[in-house]
């Protein structure tokens, strides 16, 4: 079964930095899309960031020039880096991967989250 193990997230005071990690089982052979969403107070999902295996990463508009994606395609795994960290960046974190299986199957799913809290 595809799987993604996420870890990282805590709490920390506004202004520091956390570094999120989320690692796809070894089921996953190839990756089209990773990345990281948030819950907001409207219990939607917000875009944080995402990257592309065409090499393309995204950011959501509240977290550009603060947070950074990066991926190791070797690991199966994509960062987040985030610094300068608001107390509106609390939320929980969810990663999401699409990618292909054995069999050439084509797959998306979605880490269970990993709360981070920033305090004043």
């Known amino acids: 079964q595809v799987q993604l193990v996420e870890s990282g997230g805590g709490l920390v005071q506004a202004g520091g930095s956390l570094r999120l990690a989320c690692v796809a089982s070894?089921?996953?052979?190839?990756?089209?899309?990773m990345g990281w969403y948030r819950q907001t107070p409207a219990k939607q999902r917000e875009l944080v960031a995402v990257?592309?295996?065409?090499?393309?990463?995204n950011y959501g508009d509240s977290v550009k020039g603060r947070f950074t994606l990066s991926r190791d395609n070797r690991k199966n795994t994509v960062y987040l880096q985030m610094n300068s960290l608001k107390p509106e960046d609390t939320s929980v974190y969810y990663c999401?991967?699409?990618?292909?299986?054995?069999?050439?199957?084509?797959?998306?799913?979605w880490g269970q989250g990993t709360p981070v809290t920033v305090s004043s």
């Open positions: 999401n991967l699409a990618g292909v299986v054995s069999g050439s199957r084509n797959v998306e799913v």
């Open positions: 070894r089921s996953i052979y190839g990756i089209n899309v």
């Open positions: 990257a592309s295996s065409g090499g393309n990463t």
